[in-house]
């Protein structure tokens, strides 16, 4: 499982975790998370979000 960071505030999606209050099930995949689907805290689109080592 990988995580990823928004580049514009931060916010971090970790694929283990998911995101179930926007309907994305603990271990989705980055690359599984609807192409349309935004940060939840600024609103940046997926092209937005860097893989990280944490």
């Known amino acids: ?19 179930p209050e926007d309907g994305i099930a603990p271990g989705t995949r980055w690359e599984d998370v609807p192409p349309n689907w935004v ?3 600024c609103g940046a689109r997926k092209e937005d979000f860097e893989l990280i080592e944490i």
């Open 39 to 41: 940060c939840p805290e």
């Open 1 to 19: 499982m990988r995580t990823w960071m928004c580049l514009i505030c931060g916010w971090i999606y970790d694929e283990a975790a998911g995101f």
